[in-house]
């Protein structure tokens, strides 16, 4: 390990600049117009799986964005780690919003990171966490301290759903035959908090149309008599949940994970502070569901919310109208053992019954995930928390995360293993969000850590 140490120490310039190459391509998988710059990004990506090491790489085009793929196999007895990660970023809108460019990284010290952070899109979520894989797996070859089978998948899909790397999974079933998944692509629950991720909520997602009237009407003339879609939609929205924050959908949490007092109370030694978490954010209150802590609401409970909602005049100054249509877009995070399909359709049938007379409602279920869970027993997790334990000095917490990534509840089905969430992030790298940022300090911890996950890993198998 010494060696391995030694070598990312001496490397640690190069390979900031080697990370800040990647995050210079606007790889938005969302927008057509960036496919040129998917494209460059999956070549860059291939270039540097190649420099690291790794054999057989390429690119695997799909139907939509293209997958990277590489693999070293040193010796067909030993155990095989399958790395995922994803290439494409979210749009960085709104621009304006932003300090210095989103696809022009640069360091820069804040409170979080005396040391700096890199600012980019894509900087923690996921190219720089992606690329730590690269580096550590590049620091253990060219040491010669790999001491089992590595694989590498980056997808260029994950932010807007991974539909064709599900089809790719099922078509390289041999391929990518592994023993464990290791995915860095989640937060630590704090900075100096050694921690693993293990679960990952759920997601159902719809969009709703409300139709009143055949046409926008005069609100003086119609006013009182014809529906209003906007009203009818809010009034709707607001009977979703109730004044202790549970969901009325009928149904809903019949195959909610009710979890025991024991786990609540190791859920609750991750450290939290209320005070900050609000000042940090800037609200004067939190709300939820009554009877669960901060953490619980945002990890082992269902929610739904109103992501956008729109309709009727929104230009400068006033227009007397009453709309013919109003829109929304509604998500519910799902936790353990909750469906996807199962939810979206009880919503979708409980908000079409809901609906007055008066309008016509429509509900149009977008994409979903099935939420995920790794045992703390499990060889995976254990190896994460050795690594962690080590390179941090205190022993490593498991906690579960509110965020989804679909595809690894997918891996469990078909590729049959098991996803270990080692992420390096922080909630205040404000993912999706403008500023984006990833500390410096987290890049190289991932860096370090991961060969030490190799080793105990390799260990235990
Ligand atoms: N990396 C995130 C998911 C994440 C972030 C999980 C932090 C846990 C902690 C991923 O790229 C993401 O943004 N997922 C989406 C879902 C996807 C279907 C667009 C999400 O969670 O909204
Ligand atoms: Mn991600
Ligand atoms: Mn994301």
Redesign the pocket.
């Known amino acids: 390990m010494d060696k391995v140490n030694t070598y990312i120490k001496e490397h640690q310039q190069r390979f900031l600049d080697e990370l800040f190459e990647l995050l210079k391509i606007p790889s938005i998988s969302a927008d057509s117009r960036y496919k040129d710059d998917m494209l460059k990004t999956a070549d860059l990506t291939k270039k540097f799986l190649i420099q690291a090491g790794l054999e057989n790489v390429e690119i695997c085009s799909t139907e939509g964005h293209p997958i990277v793929y590489g693999d070293k196999i040193i010796d067909k007895n030993l155990p095989t780690v399958l790395v995922y990660g994803?290439y494409d970023v979210q749009p960085p809108d709104p621009l304006e919003l932003w300090d210095s460019e989103p696809f022009e990284p640069v360091i820069k010290e804040t409170e979080i990171h005396p040391n700096g952070a890199i600012f980019a899109r894509g900087a923690s979520?996921?190219k720089g966490q992606f690329f730590m894989h690269v580096k550590a797996i590049e620091a253990m070859i060219e040491n010669d301290s790999l001491p089992c089978n590595v694989k590498f998948m980056i997808e260029g899909e994950?932010?807007?759903?991974s539909e064709h790397l599900g089809t790719f999974i099922k078509e390289n079933k041999e391929k990518l035959e592994n023993d464990i998944i290791l995915i860095s692509?989640?937060?630590l629950a704090g900075k100096d908090i050694p921690s693993i991720?293990v679960g990952?909520r759920g997601?159902s997602y719809v969009e709703i149309e409300v139709e009143g009237a055949n046409r926008d009407m005069h609100s003086g003339i119609y006013g009182g008599a014809v529906p209003n879609p906007i009203n009818v939609l809010s009034d709707m929205i607001s009977g979703l949940i109730d004044d202790n924050g549970h969901i009325n959908i009928p149904g809903f949490y019949d195959d909610v994970e009710e979890l025991t007092e024991q786990e609540r109370r190791e859920m609750a030694k991750i450290p939290f502070d209320l005070e900050k978490y609000k000042k940090a954010i800037g609200i004067k209150d939190i709300q939820g569901e009554k009877g669960f802590s901060t953490n619980e609401r945002t990890s082992i409970r269902p929610t739904l919310d109103v992501n956008g909602i729109w309709g009727g005049y929104t230009g400068e100054g006033a227009k007397t109208v009453i709309p013919s249509k109003a829109f929304a877009k509604i998500s519910m995070r799902l936790v353990p053992h909750q469906n996807s399909e199962k939810i979206s359709k009880l919503f979708k049938s409980y908000f079409e019954k809901i609906a007055p007379n008066s309008v016509r409602v429509n509900c149009q279920i977008l994409?979903g995930?099935q939420p995920y869970v790794l045992p703390v027993t499990s060889p995976g997790y254990l190896a994460a928390k050795e690594a962690m334990t080590t390179t941090f000095g205190k022993e490593a917490l498991p906690y579960r995360?509110?965020?989804?990534?679909?595809i690894v509840a997918l891996f469990e089905e078909v590729l049959e293993s098991k996803s270990v969430l080692m992420?390096f992030?922080l909630n205040s790298d404000v993912?999706?969000s403008p500023n984006e940022n990833f500390g410096v300090d987290n890049f190289f911890k991932g860096i370090e850590t991961i060969p030490y996950f190799y080793k105990y890993y390799s260990e235990k198998f």
């Open positions: 994803h979520d996921d994950e932010e807007i759903g692509d989640t937060t991720c990952l997601l994409h995930g995360s509110g965020g989804s990534i679909p992420g992030g993912i999706h």
